[in-house]
């Protein structure tokens, strides 16, 4: 995991936890405050280590040559949506 991608991951975690701690119930019921705030903890926890060891790859563009490139750029004209092709033929 690179460092950049685990200091977001580490600071969504921080978030969630911050999360729970102002957290209230929507029936104002401190029991259901305190067993939601609970369960926000608990579920952070499990995810977050079920999760810990998947690496995902950087979401930027591969330096590609040639026919590489040339295949990306049609998948990328197929997955445009309809309302813009026809933009891209105006232009």
Do not use: C
């Amino acid at each position: 995991m690179t460092m950049a991608t685990r200091q977001e991951v580490l600071g969504l975690y921080r978030r969630v936890f911050r999360l729970a701690r102002k957290w209230q119930a929507a029936s104002g019921q401190m029991e259901d405050t305190i067993r939601e705030k609970q369960y926000i903890l608990n579920e952070a926890r499990t995810l977050f280590q079920k999760n810990k060891n998947i690496h995902l790859p950087p979401m930027g563009l591969t330096p590609l040559q040639g026919r590489g490139l040339r295949t990306q750029e049609k998948l990328r004209k197929l997955s445009k949506p309809v309302y813009l092709k026809s933009h891209d033929e105006v232009s």
